[in-house]
């Protein structure tokens, strides 16, 4: 059985820095790709990183780009979203899924969802 863990969430000033990190259980994860995806209220969950099985390619939406940073480590089974400068607009619940092999920023591409940690940004 897949299961995805997501940790890290919290409440932070605006230009702060959290980590979030998502570990797995129940796959081979040195085959999966990983993306985050957050969802704010009354709005579509949007794509925000991704990154592939080898942790060689990386993705970014625009809004994050230079600021947000995906890892991986294999050996723990783990990825992270490290998150710097943030702004009240990154408040959202954010999720992390995975994937067959390469990264994609479609939600639908991603089988595998953990069920979600709350960021919230104060101004």
């Known amino acids: 059985q897949v299961q995805l863990v997501e940790s890290g969430g919290g409440l932070v000033q605006t230009g702060g820095s959290l980590k979030l990190s998502c570990t797995y259980s129940?796959?081979?994860?040195?085959?999966?790709?990983v993306g985050w995806f957050r969802q704010a209220p009354g709005k579509e969950r949007e794509f925000v990183a991704a990154i592939n099985r080898f942790g060689t390619s990386t993705n970014y939406s625009d809004s994050v780009k230079g600021r947000f940073t995906i890892s991986r480590d294999d050996a723990n089974n783990a990825a992270y979203l490290h998150m710097n400068s943030l702004k009240p607009e990154d408040t959202a619940v954010y999720f992390c899924?995975?994937?067959?092999?390469?990264?994609?920023?479609?939600?639908?591409?991603?089988?595998?969802w953990g069920q979600g940690t709350q960021v919230d940004v104060s101004s």
């Open positions: 899924a995975v994937r067959w092999f390469s990264e994609s920023r479609l939600s639908s591409e991603y089988p595998y």
């Open positions: 129940g796959l081979s994860f040195i085959y999966y790709a």
